[in-house]
C-alpha cells in the first residue's frame, strides 16, 4: 500500500521531509495551520526537533509512524512540526517555556496550546506507552482532550499566565557595572565545577562547550593561573582521547553520555565542530603541542571531505542512527578488526583504541556487553609515543596508516543521515575557525575554503544588504536572526585581516548597521533575536546565555569592539558598552554560564592593542603578520596596507592617510590607547606582546 504524503512533503527541511508520509496530518507553520485549529476549535500540538535528533527519531517510529497514535492526534489537535534549526526563533520561545514549566527541555519539544500560540502544557520526548516513569501519547491525548473541552477557562487562563511570564523575561533592565573582578569570579566558578579526573565541567551528560576553554585560556594569558590552562588541555585531552571524538574518519559527536567522554551521542554538529576547532588551535598556539595541532588539522578533514557543498558552504550535521541503530556506524568488533588487519596491525589497534573481545559499550537495558566497541585512547600520543620509544609525529604516522585502512572499510557501510541544509549561522562560525587555523598554522588551504564558503554565503544568503538563514536544494529562505548576523559580521571581520581586502570591513560595517537598525532593543539595550519585521510570536525574545553556541549578543559584543578599534568610531564602543550594561545583572549573578561574553569583556578590559602592518613588499608584510598571528594574544586587530589596498582602505578609514607605505615594512602599534613609536623591527614588537 502506497502511503500518502502530508502537507510536509513541499516542504525544505530534511527533518520536515522525514515526517512527510507519516499518517498525522501534519502542518509546516504556517497560518493555515493556526487558522485550522480556530475554526474547528482545537488545540495545536506543536513538535519541534531536528534531523539529527536520535529521540525524535524515536518518538516519530513509536508515535507518529502509528495509525492508532496518528488517528488520535489527527481527531484532537491540528498536528505542527517545526525545524529547530530552521526556526530558532520559534524553537527559542517555546523552549524557554518548556524550561520554565518543567525545569528542564531538550527535543523532541512538545508544546500543546491554544491556536493564538498560547502554550498550556509541554514536554519532550513521550512514549506510544506508559514506560520509563512517562505518560504515554495513548494517554495523554485523551486526557488533554478533555481538559480541552471541559476545562477551558483553566486553559486559558494558565495559557496566559505563561505568556505573559515568557514575554516579560526579556522586557528588564540592568543598571549595575560589571567590574574586571567578574573574571576571577568566573574562574572561581569553573574552578569549582571542573572535572579533575576527566575534564570537562559537572556531570553526566557532558558537552565539550568549547568557549568555556576559550575564556579560560584568555583568563590564563591575563593571570598566568596555572589551573586555568590546565582545565582547558585536561578537557582537550580527555575529549580527543574519548569516544566522543570519531578515531577513523575524524570530528567529534555532539555530547558525551556518561562523564568519561566514552559513550557518545554520535551526531555530528557543524557548530560544535567549528568552536572545537577554534579551542584546539588556541591550545596549540599557547602551549605548541602537536597532539592540539594534528586534532585541530583532523578537524578541517572531516568538514572538508564529509561536509562540504561543491561549491563551498558547509552541511549541517550527520545523525547518530544508520539503519536505525544509534551509533552503528562507528562501532566495531574485535573479530572483525582482525578479519580487516595483519596480526601485527590488527594487535597494535586493539591495544591503541582500547577493543574488548565482549565490547566496552555496555547496554544498560539489557544488562549485557553488546559485543561492540567504541574506539578510544586511553592515553595521548606523547604518552603512547614514549612507550614505543619513538618521537611523537613519527609514532602519530603508525596508527594512522591502519586507520586509514579501517576507514576505507568502513565507507562500504550504510552511513548516517546527512543534514545537508547549510544554515548562515554555523557556516560562519566555520567560516572563522578556518581562518584562524589557516594563520596559526600557515595553510592557505585552509583560508581557502573559509572564502570559498563565505562565497557560497554572498552568492545565495545575502543581497547585498540582507542575509538569509537557509539555503538547501536549490533554495535560499527564512530571514536572517540575530546569530545569523553577529556570526557572519565576525566572520567578515577575521577575513579582512586575514586577506587586508577593504570588502570584508565594508560587509561588516553594512551588516552591523543593519542589525542596529533591525534588531537593536532601543528600551533596554541589546539586540532582539528576531528583526522588528519579523513573524510576531507570543515573545521577542533576547538572549545574553551561552549555551551549545555563543550567544548573538555575546559574539556581537566582540564585534562591536573589534569595529570600534578598527574604525576609531566611538559609536560603537557606545554600543558596546550598552550591551554590557543591559546584560550586567544576570553577567554579575552567575558569569560562567556567559563565557563566550567574559571573552568580549576580557577584551574591553585589556590590555588590548591595534596593529598597522605597512608595506608594498607583500612578502614581508606576509611574514610579519603571520609570525604575529601564531602568538596567542587574542585581544588584537590587525591592518595591513599596501599600494594596492591603500586608496580602498583609506575611503573606510580615513584616519589612514596619514600613513606611509614604503617598500620597507614599517609596524604601528597602539595599546590600551596609546601608540608607539613606528618600528621596523618585528622583534621588537613580538617582545612587546608577550610582556603584555
Not at 232 to 257: C, M, P, Q, W
Not at 342 to 368: L, Q, S, T
Not at 554 to 572: E, P, W
Request: one cysteine or more; a negative charge; charged letters at 25%.
Amino acid at each position: 500500500m502506497t502511503k500518502k504524503p502530508n502537507r510536509l512533503i513541499n516542504e525544505k527541511s530534511p527533518y520536515l521531509l522525514q515526517h512527510a508520509y507519516n499518517p498525522v496530518n501534519w502542518y509546516p507553520w504556517c497560518e493555515e495551520a493556526f487558522e485550522k485549529a480556530r475554526k474547528e476549535d482545537k488545540p495545536i500540538f506543536l513538535s519541534i526537533g531536528y534531523s539529527t535528533c536520535h529521540w525524535c527519531h524515536v518518538m516519530e517510529k513509536e508515535s507518529f509512524e502509528n495509525e492508532v497514535v496518528a488517528k488520535l492526534m489527527n481527531e484532537t489537535f491540528v498536528s505542527i512540526k517545526v525545524d529547530r534549526e530552521e526556526r530558532p526563533d520559534i524553537d527559542g520561545v517555546y523552549i524557554s517555556v518548556c524550561q520554565m514549566i518543567t525545569g528542564s527541555g531538550g527535543w523532541p519539544l512538545t508544546i500543546i496550546m491554544t491556536p493564538d500560540k498560547k502554550p498550556f502544557f509541554t514536554g519532550t520526548y513521550f512514549p506510544r506507552e506508559n514506560r520509563f516513569g512517562r505518560i504515554g501519547m495513548l494517554e495523554l491525548i485523551p486526557k488533554l482532550n478533555d481538559i480541552w473541552k471541559n476545562r477551558r477557562q483553566e486553559v486559558l487562563k494558565s495559557a496566559e499566565e505563561i505568556t505573559s511570564s515568557v514575554s516579560q523575561m526579556s522586557v528588564k533592565k540592568s543598571d549595575g557595572d560589571v567590574k574586571e573582578k567578574i573574571l576571577d569570579k568566573a574562574f572561581e566558578e569553573f574552578s569549582k565545577r571542573f572535572d579533575k579526573q576527566f575534564g570537562g565541567f559537572g556531570n553526566a551528560p557532558k558537552f565539550p562547550t568549547p568557549h568555556n576553554l576559550l575564556f579560560l585560556l584568555r583568563y590564563y594569558r591575563k593571570t598566568k593561573n596555572p589551573f586555568s590552562l590546565e582545565m582547558v588541555e585536561k578537557t582537550l585531552n580527555e575529549i580527543r582521547k574519548g569516544g566522543i571524538y570519531d578515531h577513523i574518519g575524524f570530528g567529534f559527536a555532539r555530547y558525551s553520555t556518561d562523564r568519561y567522554w566514552l559513550v557518545p551521542h554520535f551526531e555530528k554538529m557543524l557548530y560544535d565542530n567549528a568552536l572545537l576547532l577554534l579551542a584546539y588551535t588556541e591550545a596549540f598556539q599557547i602551549t605548541g603541542k602537536f597532539f592540539f595541532r594534528k586534532t585541530a588539522e583532523e578537524i578541517i578533514v572531516y568538514v572538508l571531505r564529509d561536509m562540504t557543498h561543491p561549491e563551498g558552504g558547509f552541511y549541517s550535521a550527520e545523525d547518530a542512527d544508520s539503519e536505525g541503530i544509534e551509533g552503528k556506524f562507528y562501532l566495531w568488533t574485535e573479530v572483525e578488526i582482525r578479519q580487516l588487519l595483519p596480526k601485527n596491525e590488527a594487535d597494535f589497534i586493539i591495544n591503541i583504541f582500547n577493543v574488548e573481545p565482549n565490547g566496552n559499550w555496555y547496554d544498560e537495558a539489557r544488562g549485557v556487553r553488546t559485543g561492540n566497541n567504541i574506539l578510544h585512547l586511553k592515553k595521548n600520543f606523547s604518552e603512547l609515543a614514549e612507550e614505543h620509544s619513538m618521537d611523537e609525529e613519527k609514532f602519530y604516522e603508525k596508527p594512522n596508516s591502519i586507520r586509514t585502512k579501517l576507514f576505507e572499510w568502513r565507507k562500504k557501510r550504510v552511513h548516517p543521515h546527512k543534514d545537508d541544509k547549510i544554515l548562515t549561522d554555523w557556516n560562519s562560525l566555520m567560516i572563522s575557525a578556518l581562518t584562524k587555523a589557516s594563520l596559526v598554522f600557515d595553510n592557505s588551504k585552509f583560508l581557502d575554503a573559509a572564502l570559498s564558503a563565505d562565497s557560497f554565503i554572498k552568492k545565495y544568503l545575502f543581497d547585498g544588504k540582507k542575509l538569509l538563514h537557509r539555503y538547501r536544494d536549490g533554495e535560499s529562505g527564512i530571514d536572517a536572526n540575530l546569530d545569523d548576523y553577529a556570526y557572519y559580521i565576525q566572520a567578515q571581520l577575521d577575513l579582512f585581516e586575514a586577506t587586508s581586502d577593504v570588502q570584508f570591513l565594508t560587509t561588516a560595517v553594512s551588516l552591523d548597521n543593519q542589525l542596529y537598525e533591525n534588531f537593536w532593543d532601543e528600551n533596554f539595550g541589546g539586540y532582539f533575536f528576531t528583526s522588528k519585521d519579523a513573524e510576531k510570536l507570543i515573545a521577542r525574545q533576547k538572549e545574553i546565555y551561552d549555551g551549545a553556541v555563543p550567544s548573538g549578543n555575546s559574539v556581537q559584543l566582540m564585534n562591536l569592539i573589534r569595529l570600534y578599534k578598527i574604525t576609531g568610531d566611538n559609536k560603537y564602543d557606545k554600543s558596546a558598552l550598552e550591551i554590557v550594561k543591559a546584560f550586567s545583572g544576570e553577567i554579575n549573578r552567575m558569569p560562567s554560564v556567559f563565557a563566550q561574553f567574559l571573552c568580549g569583556l576580557d577584551f574591553m578590559f585589556g590590555p588590548s592593542v591595534e596593529l598597522v602592518f605597512s608595506s608594498n613588499n607583500s612578502a614581508l608584510t606576509q611574514e610579519a603578520f603571520y609570525s604575529i598571528s601564531k602568538l596567542f594574544f587574542p585581544n588584537k586587530v590587525s591592518i595591513r596596507l599596501n599600494r594596492k589596498n591603500f586608496d580602498e582602505l583609506v575611503e573606510t578609514l580615513p584616519f589612514l592617510q596619514n600613513y606611509k607605505v614604503t617598500d620597507k615594512l614599517t609596524i604601528y602599534l597602539c595599546r590600551n590607547f596609546a601608540c608607539e613609536n613606528p618600528t621596523e623591527d618585528l622583534n621588537e614588537i613580538i617582545v612587546s606582546l608577550q610582556k603584555l
